[in-house]
């Protein structure tokens, strides 16, 4: 038995490549958010020790890494999905119903203003 073969292991395969593509890219961005983070406390009064800036910059690097590859992993489970109705496109409902009203009729008094 092959495990390997077939379009459904290539297709597994391409959304590994991009949950760890986004788990990279999510902690480059991490990354230099610390580094400009970094920089901004550099021109401070604020004293921030060498050890504490590695820190922050390993936290905010893992805090993005792990934001990038949540966001592709559920992004992957929603596409796998087998349920049709999941992927039906459904109409989006109106933000102020009040705009989508019909005209009154002519002759309705409840349409009428008070003056």
Known sequence: MNRGAGPRATNRRATNRSVL???????????????LLQ????????????????WQLWLLALAGGLSGFALSTVTALQAANPDPD?????????LRPSLHRRPPEAGD???MRRS
Request: charged share 15%; no cysteine; glycine share 4%.
């Open 39 to 54: 920089a901004a406390i550099a021109r401070t009064a604020t004293p921030l020790s060498p050890a504490r800036a590695l």
């Open 109 to 111: 008094s409840s349409s």
């Open 21 to 35: 593509a986004a788990l990279l890219a999510g902690a480059l961005l991490g990354a230099a958010l610390a580094l």
């Open 86 to 94: 999941y992927h039906r496109l459904r109409r989006p409902r109106p």
